[in-house]
């Protein structure tokens, strides 16, 4: 019955994690997958987090299903969240509380391929992996558009601007707010205003893909990007995660959210967005979104929360610039100031998959064979060793 089943090669990502677990040294160090340790090397539980889950009536609620939309509460907090004082009335705002981020690209995607026939995405090159299986699991045809430039370890600003320029009115142009995975680099302000005009212009529909908001400069400026096209009336579809803010990665919290300029249309996207969530999984999980909405909407809990998203991106932030003390120590011939301009988890080294395999198999540091390091994996106890480790690799 099977039999034309093909093996299947699993994740990169993944599948260096498994690698990573079975491997039995004691000083081995895990910078391959996108999940934020602490100091001592441990995934938290954010204080806020855990505030709400010893809450009485937090244990003793019933597990009820949610509505296909989401929990209510929840999905008011994160639009509030997202759109600050931008936000947007219900006539033009369609959101919807997803399984993760994932979730969100997945429903999206979804969506889109029921009602434009032969939908093309542009994603940025390099992107998350996942950003083309989803899509192209969805029916699209993936393309990408320039991003990284790999001489300058910055932004192919010039390349990337004239792209978008030359594509049809229409096209799906998938976007990181901030954070940009794997490479770090974002376009600055000036550089947002420009891709957004053209963005409008053409016609163009952005997807904006939000996994590390307050993970770059803040929680306000990080979603800067999404909020300007509000300001301009730009159509668009945002997908947001709270694995990673929350650190809630098992809960799959996350939200969708489609901009609707025109009024009159955000009910029947909203309409559309439940029946393709019904037809996958009916309903999301409750509670994850449970502990969010609580935190979101208490003033206290919130303020909390937002001081350990801030402590989490100083904490990151710290960790690269003693990796980058530590590289300029051991290597002073080469230049890593641009590890300093990436923001967020990642770390895009210029390493090449030979020196990445290197550092795994000689030195137990797992990183991505595109040279892509987690730098929230680096804690005052590892980071001497991966700097050594990478000097010898480089050299
Ligand atoms: N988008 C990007 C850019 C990501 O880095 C990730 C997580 N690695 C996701 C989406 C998926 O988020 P989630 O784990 O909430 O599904």
Redesign the pocket.
């Known amino acids: 019955m099977f039999a034309h089943l093909p093996p299947y090669a699993g994740d990169p990502i993944l599948s260096l994690m498994e690698s990573y677990q079975r491997d039995a040294r004691a000083d081995k160090v895990n910078l391959g997958i996108?999940v934020y340790a602490d100091g001592a090397g441990v995934i938290p539980v954010l204080p806020s987090v855990r505030a709400v889950e010893v809450e009485d009536h937090f244990n003793s609620a019933p597990c009820t299903y949610l509505p296909m939309e989401g929990h209510t509460g929840y999905r008011q907090a994160v639009a509030q969240l997202l759109f600050g004082p931008e936000l947007p009335d219900q006539n033009h705002l369609a959101i919807i509380q997803t399984l993760?981020?994932?979730?969100a690209?997945k429903v999206g995607a979804d969506l889109i391929a029921r009602f434009f026939p032969q939908p093309q995405i542009w994603v940025p090159d390099p992107t998350?992996d996942?950003h083309i299986g989803i899509f192209e699991g969805a029916g699209f045809g993936v393309q990408r558009y320039p991003y990284y430039d790999a001489d300058k370890k910055g932004l192919a600003f010039d390349a990337l601007l004239s792209k978008l320029e030359s594509l049809e009115a229409g096209s799906v142009v998938l976007l990181?707010p901030c954070c940009h995975?794997p490479t770090g680099i974002d376009p600055d302000r000036g550089q947002w205003t420009q891709i957004i005009e053209v963005l409008e212009r053409r016609a163009l529909l952005p997807f904006f893909?939000l996994?590390y908001q307050g993970f770059a400069a803040s929680l306000e400026q990080d979603v800067w990007p999404v909020r300007e096209c509000v300001r301009r009336g730009i159509a668009f579809f945002l997908?947001n995660?709270f694995?990673k803010i929350f650190s809630l990665?098992g809960e799959?919290v996350?939200a969708l959210s489609v901009f609707c300029p025109q009024d009159g249309q955000a009910n029947n996207v909203l309409g559309q967005l439940k029946l393709t969530v019904r037809r996958n999984y009916s309903s999301p999980p409750l509670h994850g979104a449970l502990i969010v909405a609580r935190v979101l909407s208490d003033a206290h809990l919130r303020q909390q929360w937002e001081g350990e998203v801030n402590q989490m991106r100083e904490r990151v932030h710290g960790m690269r610039e003693r990796l980058h003390a530590g590289l300029a120590k051991v290597l002073p011939e080469y230049n890593f100031g641009f590890l300093l301009r990436q923001n967020g988890m990642f770390g895009y080294t210029g390493l090449s998959a030979a020196q990445v395999e290197r550092l795994r198999e000689q030195h137990g540091v797992y990183a991505v064979s595109s040279g892509r390091i987690c730098v929230a994996g680096l804690n005052p106890g590892n980071v001497d060793k991966v700097c050594l480790a990478m000097a010898e690799v480089i050299r």
Do not use: I, K, P, V
């Open positions: 996108g993760g981020g994932s979730g690209l998350w996942n990181h995975n893909d996994a997908s995660s694995s990665y799959r996350g």
